[in-house]
């Protein structure tokens, strides 16, 4: 597979403004990306990565559920070479989902989770391939390869973009685009506030992932967290499942 190093290329990431996304966009400019295309609901929440260098971030509005949006956003950045999707989100109103019939936070879930990858990747994918293939790098989670039953509409929803990222690795590698996905452990972001776990800090996940696609790496564990979990998963899949099932027994 390609390997694309950061420096000189032209970025776009969703989710921008904050945590992760924030991160990507502060360490692209701190390795020498050309470009970064910064994007969020809200483009006045992005004014700390506009500061860091406001000749090279560009802002967009971008709600990566909003097809007219996203395609906007793709008319606009016709030299992109790396697309970081990294804007998604997990909703309590995702479980339990025995006990509601209330489907609006895992709909919620697996439109921008899943979704979101789809509509950003159809999008891009035209002009990744015109200038050269470059590389698409999917945010997932630990939670993209078993289930969490704190989280079950996320879990699920990650498990889905995991299965369209092994997709769209098949289809665009044609293209000489290398699809890379990212399966963090929790990190210290809001999002992850309340997860009872060590976190590892978004600027490392950035850091790690940037030199995991310089050397055409597809699957990027980042952490700690991540790397003991993923031992355990090979290990016994079922033992982990057990475990993470005993977290809200009784």
Request: charged content about 20%; proline content about 5%.
């Amino acid at each position: 597979m390609p390997a694309i190093d950061i420096k000189d290329k032209v970025v776009f990431i969703t989710g921008a403004n904050r945590g992760i996304g924030k991160a990507f966009a502060l360490t692209a400019l701190g390795m020498g990306a050309k470009k970064v295309y910064a994007c969020s609901r809200d483009i006045s929440k992005l004014d700390e990565v506009i500061a860091a260098d406001s000749e090279r971030v560009v802002p967009i509005q971008l709600d990566v559920t909003n097809q007219d949006q996203v395609d906007a956003a793709a008319e606009q950045a016709g030299d992109v070479e790396i697309l970081v999707n990294n804007a998604g989100m997990g909703s309590s109103l995702g479980g339990p989902v025995s006990a509601t019939t209330d489907e609006a936070g895992l709909r919620a879930e697996l439109n921008a989770n899943y979704f979101g990858i789809i509509k950003m990747a159809r999008a891009f994918a035209p002009a990744l391939g015109s200038n050269g293939g470059g590389a698409i790098i999917n945010i997932l989670s630990v939670a993209s390869l078993t289930n969490f039953p704190f989280a079950p509409g996320y879990s699920a929803s990650k498990h889905a973009a995991h299965a369209m990222t092994q997709h769209l690795r098949a289809e665009l590698g044609q293209q000489n685009t290398l699809v890379t996905g990212v399966y963090p452990g929790p990190i210290d972001t809001d999002m992850a506030k309340d997860v009872p776990y060590d976190k590892a800090s978004p600027e490392s996940v950035a850091v790690s992932v940037f030199e995991a696609i310089a050397s055409g790496e597809e699957d990027v564990f980042p952490d700690p967290f991540a790397v003991e979990f993923v031992k355990n998963l090979e290990a016994d899949r079922k033992a982990l499942e057990k475990a993470n099932a005993a977290t809200i027994a009784g």
